[in-house]
């Protein structure tokens, strides 16, 4: 009989809710054995074209089977450089698990027994990290910097990063800028380290720094320097900006105090501390019956914080409660975190559309009038659509609000360059066989380019746009 797959251990809802320590662990030596000899190495393995940069799934987890820990890094780190990363927050069921030969075939998303591709991968990247393990990976110059080509990358988040390491092994200078003071993009403002700590995260874009890759973080481009001067001064650009602009409901009373979008909430916490205020300066505002509105990963972290956060502040009887406009399964969010956020306590109500905000007498949110909704005809999307229900209105009562529902491009940059062809959501318009922009030698990926993905994806993107001024430059 086959046997099931290994399940990682998990600090207990008691253990995690009043701070903000990574919830699931990574496996032992011992579960990593089991979970890996249950690969049956298929003939011709799915799971390699399941996942957006191609990793040889297969040869890595054999390589693990030996216990031959620096060959499955090299492997995973000739198609991906942030394994310790993607192998806590890639979509994996939607990609490499959804592929493997245990999930049955037509299946939405991976079936549980589908091989656990991202907690091995999780293995090696730690593995590496903690027995600092050095690369000789053929494809990487000897020495840094071996060629005269300079690129520069706008942002710091998965795609620009990507770009970065994959230009760097081919000694190309790679200068990184980065409007916030920490590096990562979402993975550093937006994605909560119960989920990802932040050593895992700064050590795996610290290693590209060995090829050359040099960081400048506080510089917006478009304001504290301009694009015009980095065209001048490097050979190409990527544009990896992401979409850090929230999108709003555009109901009454939205502005009303107390109301914040989930990107303000979540970099008031991840990135400036405010759980730690005073000590840190920046603080927050804790409600007693939070609600969040949305149904994707944004919404389930902000709605996993916002609970750490009355727990810190010794709200006790304090409640968090998720409104969905769809139902549970038609939710965007990683079943596994929408798991983890129900064990916390985290509420649902699904099948609920909010019309308008009610405020008191100081302007501060009081209640969410909604409407009840039914599910219609599939949109384009291919969700089944919400029909809100005539005269169905009802109250929430509420003290605190976090919009959660999508992020959109963000545009700074884009304003100030009028030759730079954007969408009418603000997205960059690129070829998508290179990812080359309007302008000639400035490439674009990553969420500037496709709206709200995954990190994976931005990768991907990544790897696509790195790939062109590799053929450009005649490097390969
Ligand atoms: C809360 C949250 C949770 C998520 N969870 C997951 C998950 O579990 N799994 C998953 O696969 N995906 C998840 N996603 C989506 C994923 O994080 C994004 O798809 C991915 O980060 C996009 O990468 P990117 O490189 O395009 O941009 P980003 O990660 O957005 O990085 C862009 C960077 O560019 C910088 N920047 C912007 N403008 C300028 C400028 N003018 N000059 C200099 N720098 C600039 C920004 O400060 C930012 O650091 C989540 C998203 C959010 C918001």
């Known amino acids: 009989m086959k046997k099931p797959v290994v399940k990682p251990q998990e600090l207990t809802v008691e253990q995690r809710i009043n701070n903000f320590a990574e919830v699931v662990s990574g496996y032992t030596e011992e579960e990593m054995l ?6 049956i190495q298929c003939k011709n393995p799915k799971c390699i074209s399941g996942c957006p940069v191609e990793i040889n799934i297969k ?6 089977t030996q216990k031959d820990f620096k060959g499955a890094f090299e492997t995973i780190y000739e198609k991906n450089r942030f394994p310790s990363i993607c192998g806590r927050v890639c979509p994996a069921e939607y990609q490499c698990r959804k592929s493997c030969v245990f999930t049955p075939k037509n299946s939405p998303y991976a079936s549980e027994n589908a091989i656990n591709i991202p907690l091995l991968e999780r293995y090696v990247g730690d593995y590496a990290r903690q027995h600092n393990l050095t690369l000789n990976l053929n494809f990487q110059p000897l020495t840094k910097n071996t060629t005269n080509y300079k690129v520069a990358c706008i942002g710091s988040g998965p795609a620009s990063i990507t770009v970065a390491g994959e230009l760097s092994a081919y000694g190309i200078q790679v200068d990184v800028f980065e409007a916030l003071h920490t590096l990562g993009g979402v993975l550093s403002y937006g994605i909560p380290t119960f989920r990802l700590p932040r050593d895992v995260l700064h050590y795996e874009i610290n290693l590209l720094t060995n090829y050359g890759v040099k960081f400048y973080t506080g510089v917006i481009v478009g304001r504290t320097i301009s694009f015009y001067e980095l065209k ?3 050979d190409a650009i990527f544009i990896g900006t992401g979409a850090g602009a929230p999108t709003w409901l555009n109901i009454k009373g939205e502005s009303l105090i107390n109301i914040y979008s989930a990107n303000e909430y979540l970099t008031r916490v991840n990135l400036m501390h405010a759980d730690k205020f005073p000590q840190y300066h920046t603080p927050i505002n804790v409600g007693k019956k939070i609600v969040v509105i949305g149904g994707g990963n944004t919404a389930m972290d902000a709605a996993r914080v916002a609970l750490r956060m009355q727990k810190i502040n010794s709200i006790n009887d304090g409640k968090v409660t998720v409104l969905y406009r769809r139902t549970e399964l038609e939710m965007p969010a990683r079943k596994v975190e929408i798991e983890h956020a129900k064990e916390e306590g985290v509420e649902f109500q699904f099948l ?5 905000f009610i405020g008191d007498k100081d302007g501060k949110v009081m209640g969410i009038k909604c409407l009840r909704c039914e599910l219609g005809e599939p949109d384009e999307s291919g969700r089944r659509r919400p029909v809100p229900i005539k005269n169905s209105e009802f109250i929430i009562d509420t003290d605190l609000v976090i919009v959660a529902i999508g992020l959109q491009a963000n545009q700074t940059l884009s304003n100030t360059v009028s ?4 969408n009418k959501w603000g997205d960059i318009i690129v070829n998508p066989e290179t990812m080359e922009t309007s302008i000639e030698n400035v490439y674009a990926g990553g969420d500037i380019v496709g709206g709200e993905g995954t990190i994976i994806e931005a990768m991907s993107m990544g790897k696509k746009a790195a790939r062109s001024i590799l053929q450009k430059f005649g490097l390969i």
């Open 34 to 39: 089991q979970e890996a000899t249950r690969c």
């Open 232 to 234: 001048k001064t490097y």
């Open 59 to 64: 040869k890595f987890i054999y390589q693990l």
């Open 352 to 356: 609920v559309q909010p019309i308008e």
């Open 419 to 422: 030759e730079l062809k954007t």
